[in-house]
């Protein structure tokens, strides 16, 4: 017997009616790929024979020359039942030999697979009801094998190569271990192998003969408590003809050795080689697959430079961060043209950060935590999408260039432990207008000069605090027209309308008031007024009250206090529709944003300030909480930053501005107790 010059890779079985004529080809029922070559205890079950019937049975091998000629000819008589024919498992047994057949090779695996995990696989249980399993086509077949999740903790059988119409195999997320068995390349109708986050081990098997392979994910299978976990050996060189291959995973595993030609995967865009033990650089863009979306190399021992990669104009995404990468980063026309996310962080890159203006579509630039010098090119301000700009922890210096202020989609800037000196650019802070929530700046060797732009104060997220600079004047803008007290002093003027929200324990109650022009904030603190007349004077005044206030303190006081001033509030807006709306608290607080001497608990207060601006439909302009007696520094105004434009903590001992608060800490009227807050 001739090999042909080519080892056998596996063998078909075809059996036949003794009695029914064996010249007409059509007459014998042929199973492919019923063994692989290896070993000498070779072993398969025919299903969908009938019992006390004679069939004539033959062999042949097969290998990469073609097929061989079938053996000589083995009689035999079923005399048994195989309990997927039962008519149970598999409802009609006789009319689908193959689903009998998948589902005996499923029963023989079962122990294999789960090792003490429960599966309800069992010849009393339909097949279709079977966990994880999926039957399609007619007659139908196993075609899905779906189990991820499923705790299981034994090893991948091999008889798993026998299930040929399966289109997907999915054991995601489980504690399987062992090798990948090579059968699995049996499964040439596989257009699906999913073993992400198990805890594989051995190099990957030959994989080549699924020509249709979709999408094959083995990620994340290395485990450092589990000894030999991890594929090991190379990425291989097989891969480059998978042509309808979309999607490859292997990172988190120790694959090592350089990356090979990947270039004949026509079809694959998300390629994701990362944290494994790559070495031999990056490769150059035309080993790489030319529609590839994704290129995702990072947390390998890589080196050498960033290649010209410009031809992969598809590339969108481009990870090459924590490759211990060195030389400079490649001018603008030798990356990627349409990438949006641009990922070179924590190398050791150096050099000058290039003109990347071409990269016009990046939203996302990382060239953090590597040595780059020079300073901060001004081109960058040319990335009008780009919204998050990590720079910091380089050794960048001179200026922030002003051009940075055009990045109106701007939402993240990192320039923090550089050594940029100079004034910040006012232009920075008309970032906080459009998109910037987050901002570093700090540094030991910066030697920022000035005052921090107005803008920059506003955002939330911030190392603000560490730059020990001050804040322009006009950071709040009312300031530069006299504040709240020249506001008090305008009243109903064209430029402000002014109200009073004031809580009188005296009367358990809580009122509105709207004071006009010639309102005498002052009237009744000389010592011959009497109290009534201080009061009848105040209510004439008075729009909305509010009775029946519960005892001081608890949570029947905040609930009352959250109603009555979403009441008041939603007044104002009925009134002032259009305009900007102001607070101004000139009350005691208490620790954590608790108003009103903690009678206004935090989610109350909190509850009160959304329902403001939701019925306004934008936030406050402004919030003055006073100064530490009423808990109006930034820790507690960070509670309410959602809700305002700008805040003001006027850091008075007793809060508020002493032209006009003051008049509130007066001693000779002891009987007029309140708080008030003015709107």
Partial sequence: MSDGGSDITAYDLRHIETDDDETVDPNWTVVEDVWTSGGDALEYTLTGLTVGTEYDIQVRAVNAVGDGPWSATVTATLTTVSTCAAGVAVPDPTSNPGLVSDCESLLTLLDTLVEGTVL??????????????????????VTRLVLPGKGLRGTIPPDLGRLS???????????????????????????????????LSGDLPDLSR?????????????????????????????LNGMTKMRELWLWGNQLSGTIPDLSGMTSLQKLKLANNMLTGGVPDGSMLPPNVTWLI????????????????????????????LTGSIPAGDMLPPNVDDLNLRDNMLSGEIPDLSGLDKATRVRLHGNDLTGEIPATLGDLDSLQSLWLHGN????????????????????????????????????????????????????????????????????DFNSLGLQVTEDWVPFSVAGGWTQAVLQKESDVLRYYEAAIWEETDSVHLY??????????????????ADVIAYREQYAISVHSDMPEMWGD???????????????????????????????GHGGPGGNLFAGQLKHDDAGAFLATWTRLLGKPLGVIDMGGPCNKGGYEDLANFCRHASYYVASDLPNGGYSEMIGHWRSTTKPTLKRSTTDF
């Fill in 395 to 462: 050794i960048l210096t001179g200026s922030i260039p002003k051009e940075l202020g055009s990045l109106t989609n701007l939402q993240r800037l990192w320039l923090s432990d550089n050594n940029l000196s100079g004034q910040i650019p006012v232009e920075l802070g008309d970032l906080s207008s459009h998109s910037l929530v987050q901002w570093r700046l700090s540094g030991e060797e910066h030697q920022f000069t000035g005052c921090l732009p107005a803008g920059l104060a506003e955002v939330k997220d911030t």
């Fill in 165 to 199: 119409m399966l289109t997907d195999l999915n054991l995601r997320s489980n504690a399987l271990t062992g090798e990948i068995p090579e059968e699995l390349g049996n499964l040439t109708n596989l257009r699906v192998l999913n073993l992400h986050s198990n805890k």
């Fill in 210 to 238: 699924i020509t249709g392979l979709e999408e094959l994910y083995l990620p994340n299978n290395y485990d450092e408590t589990v000894q030999d976990s991890g594929l090991t050996g190379t990425v291989p060189t097989w």
């Fill in 556 to 586: 029947r006081r905040s609930d009352f206090l959250r109603i009555a001033f979403e009441d008041f509030v939603s007044r104002l807006v009925e009134l002032h529709p259009e305009a900007d709306h102001h607070l101004m608290y000139s």
């Fill in 120 to 141: 309800n696989w069992s010849e009393d249980t339909p097949i279709a009801r079977w966990d994880g399993v999926r039957l399609a086509g007619t007659p139908q077949r």
């Fill in 514 to 531: 709207a004071f006009p022009n010639d309102y005498d904030g002052l009237f009744g603190w000389e010592e011959d007024v009497p109290d």
């Fill in 297 to 324: 190399i990072d947390r390998n021992p890589l080196g050498g430079g960033i290649p010209d990669l410009s031809e992969l104009t598809s590339l969108k995404l481009l990870w090459l961060h924590s490759n211990g």
